[in-house]
């Protein structure tokens, strides 16, 4: 038997053994540091604690870590950064999908020339000082808009042009305006791609400390930024299952979004990257 059979045969159960290790060691790395007491967690690995303190640490980090102010805070930035980036990119991709002329194209390909082009954060930071929004919920959540819609024009686009247009057609010979064609018939055929980017979308900026730091950085509080901040002023030195606490605690509901939704995230990708 060739190389090439035996590896067609093998394929089936060792790519979902490779997916389940690399996803699955780092989780459990998370998991049993979290769980240590101080001296066992000092040099992580991937033994098991001798006795678990996964409750008690996580109640001192809830508590001394002051979880619950920086959770607010990243959802007063995460909810309408992805509220406003859905809305404003899918409306564009359905303009640019439906009226396919030279210069919507161009526009397409600027408008997604954004997944690949760097951010220019000391110039995004000047403006927002000359607009008076550096170091405000408003400029950074305009920030990330700006930053991934591209991701949402280009998986939105792809979409629209798999839905007929006869029945945008039908809707508007009812008298519907474009409007009333976008929010009663196009909106609602885009819940899975819509699924996908909400997804996508939350877990870029529910996790971004980078981009934080510069615009909002000690004027606002993230997750993020919080445990960033407790790590470096001393809070957690040295204290890793109190930061693998911590880092479990904030990853904790996107796990379960991701988890329940995985279904509809494959959906959407394939729908609007390769039709």
């Known amino acids: 038997m060739s ?4 590896w067609t045969r093998l394929q089936p159960l060792v790519t979902p053994v490779l997916v ?4 699955g060691i780092p989780l459990w790395l998370v998991l049993v540091t979290a769980a240590k007491s101080r001296g066992e967690a000092l040099q992580p690995d991937l033994s098991p604690p001798a006795r678990w303190h996964l409750l008690d640490n996580l109640r001192q980090v809830w508590t001394d870590g002051e979880v619950l ?3 607010l805070g990243s959802l007063l930035v995460v909810a309408p950064s992805v509220a406003g980036v859905l809305l404003f990119g899918s409306m564009a991709a359905w303009i640019l999908a439906r009226r396919a002329t ?4 161009v526009l397409y390909a600027l408008a997604i020339s954004g997944i690949v082009l760097p951010t220019a954060v000391v110039t995004v930071v000047l403006l927002l000082r000359q607009l008076g929004l550096a170091g405000t919920a408003v400029g950074m959540i305009g920030v990330y808009m700006g930053i991934y819609m591209s991701t949402v024009i280009f998986f939105v686009t792809g979409f629209v ?3 007929p247009a006869s029945l945008e057609e039908a809707a508007q010979m009812d008298g519907a ?4 064609v976008f929010r009663l018939v196009v909106l609602p055929l885009l819940r899975p791609v819509l699924a996908t980017a909400t997804i996508l979308v939350c877990l870029y900026v529910w996790n971004d400390v980078f981009y934080a730091f510069f615009v909002v950085g000690g004027r606002l509080d993230t997750l993020p930024l919080n445990l ?3 790590a470096s002023a001393g809070l957690y030195l040295d204290n890793w299952h109190l930061i693998f606490s911590y880092v ?7 796990i379960v979004v991701f988890a329940v939704a995985q279904r509809k995230i494959i959906a959407g990708i394939t729908s609007g990257a390769v039709k």
Do not use: E, Q
């Open 102 to 105: 030279r210069f919507n194209a």
């Open 248 to 254: 479990l605690l904030m990853s904790l509901p996107l």
């Open 3 to 6: 190389d090439a059979r035996i």
């Open 161 to 163: 042009r798999t839905i």
């Open 228 to 230: 960033f901040r407790v």
């Open 20 to 23: 389940a290790l690399s996803i």
């Open 69 to 71: 102010p920086a959770a």
């Open 177 to 180: 305006g474009p409007l009333k």
